[in-house]
């Protein structure tokens, strides 16, 4: 079983920079995928990034790549997700989630298995 909690949300300047943190308890992270996903209200959860544990490979989101960078720190069982150049089209609820490394493709939110609370991120104009 793992526990994920998210922080770092608020609101902030279209422009503006945000860094998400994940910190886990229960068990290590190092043995699986890491992601974020995002839901926009009225809208439908999507893939924003992910940290593979096999390799260190990381993947983007068309929408994000080249803004965000996500990052894992397997000393401190913690993944972040840095957000540079914010816009107000990135204002969502951020969710944290762990995927076991066999659990399917990464893109898909119905393939992770532990699923942090969410932190507000507001991106204004």
């Known amino acids: 079983q793992v526990q994920l909690v998210e922080s770092g949300g608020g609101l902030v300047q279209a422009g503006g920079s945000l860094r998400l943190s994940c910190a886990a308890s229960?068990?290590?992270?190092?043995?699986?995928?890491m992601g974020w996903f995002r839901q926009a209200p009225g809208k439908e959860r999507e893939f924003v990034a992910a940290?593979?544990?096999?390799?260190?490979?990381?993947y983007y989101a068309d929408s994000v790549k080249g803004r965000f960078t996500i990052s894992r720190d397997n000393a401190k069982n913690t993944v972040t997700l840095q957000m540079n150049s914010l816009k107000p089209e990135d204002t969502a609820v951020y969710y944290c989630?762990?995927?076991?490394?066999?659990?399917?493709?990464?893109?898909?939110?119905?393939?992770?298995?532990?699923w942090g609370q969410g932190t507000q991120v507001t991106v204004s104009s």
């Open positions: 989630a762990a995927q076991y490394v066999f659990g399917g493709s990464i893109y898909v939110s119905g393939n992770y298995a532990y």
């Open positions: 940290f593979t544990w096999t390799g260190g490979n990381t």
């Open positions: 229960g068990r290590t992270l190092g043995s699986y995928h």
